[in-house]
C-alpha cells in the first residue's frame, strides 16, 4: 500500500509535466516558430566513384564535340553554290508567210580575163648550118632532124652543138672523160644500144644522141641553150 501510493505519486508528477512540455510545443506554434528537425544526407562517394563520373561525363562531351564537327547540323538548310539545275526551254517553232515578188540585184567590178600564156622551153638560137654535103655525117643528121617533125632551126642548133663537143668526128674520143664518137657519148659504150657498130658508124651514133637529147632536153634546141650555160649537156 504504501509503495503502490508511491509509483501513484510518481505516475502523478510526471504527466504533468509532460502534459505541460506539449502545451509549451502548442504555444510556440501558435507564436509562429518551427521546430529544426535534424538533416539527414545520403551515402558518401568513394574517389574512385566520383572519378569514374567525371571520365564519363568528359568522355560523352569530346565525343559530341567531335560529332558536330564531322557532320554540320546546318549542313541541310544551305544550298551548295556550285549546283545549277540544268534547265533547257525550247523555244516555240516560229511560221513566217511572206507574200509578195521581191527581186535582189548584185553587182560586182568587171573583170578582164586572158588566156595564159604557155612558158617556152628554154632554147637558144645557132647559126644557121645550110645545107650539108651528101654523104656526110651533117647530112645523116639533117634526114633524122626532119624525121622527127623539126625544123632546119633544130638542124641548126644540133650542128652548133656537136661541132662544140666533136666537130662530127666519128672517131672523136676524150681521153680524161672517156667520152666518144660525135655526141661524146659517156661512156662509149651506150650507143651498143641501137647497133653494135657504134664505134665506127655515125648513122648509130647519130640516132643515139637525137634520142638522149629529146628524151633529156625536149629538142637540139634545149640542149644547145644548156650547153651555153654550163658548157655541156
Not at 662544140?164 to 661512156?187: C, F, M
Request: proline share 6%.
Amino acid at each position: 500500500m504504501g509503495r503502490h501510493s508511491e509509483v501513484t505519486r510518481a505516475s502523478n508528477r510526471s504527466v504533468p509535466r509532460a502534459t505541460s512540455d506539449s502545451a509549451a510545443s502548442a504555444s510556440s506554434a501558435r507564436r509562429g516558430f518551427s521546430l529544426a528537425l535534424p538533416r539527414f544526407s545520403g551515402p558518401q562517394l568513394f574517389p574512385s566513384q566520383r572519378s569514374f563520373k567525371l571520365f564519363s561525363s568528359a568522355f560523352f562531351v569530346t565525343v559530341g564535340l567531335l560529332l558536330v564537327n564531322v557532320v554540320d547540323p546546318y549542313s541541310g538548310a544551305v544550298a551548295s553554290p556550285y549546283y545549277i539545275p540544268a534547265t533547257i526551254v525550247a523555244p516555240d517553232g516560229q511560221d513566217i508567210d511572206v507574200d509578195g515578188t521581191y527581186t535582189t540585184a548584185a553587182g560586182r567590178d568587171g573583170v578582164s580575163i586572158s588566156a595564159r600564156v604557155a612558158a617556152k622551153a628554154a632554147s637558144a638560137s645557132a647559126p644557121a648550118a645550110g645545107i650539108p654535103d651528101p654523104d656526110t655525117a651533117q647530112a645523116i643528121g639533117l634526114q633524122a632532124v626532119l624525121a622527127r617533125g623539126w625544123g632546119m632551126e633544130q638542124f641548126d642548133c644540133l650542128v652548133a652543138l656537136w661541132n662544140r663537143e666533136s666537130h662530127w668526128n666519128v672517131y672523136a674520143h676524150n681521153k680524161s672523160s672517156g667520152a666518144y664518137g660525135i655526141p661524146q657519148s659517156l661512156p662509149g659504150e651506150k650507143m651498143a644500144t641501137v647497133a653494135d657498130d657504134w664505134q665506127t658508124n655515125p648513122a648509130t651514133q647519130i640516132e643515139w644522141g637525137l634520142r638522149y637529147i629529146q628524151g633529156r632536153y625536149g629538142s637540139p634546141c634545149g640542149a644547145w641553150a644548156h650547153s651555153e650555160a654550163v658548157h655541156w649537156y
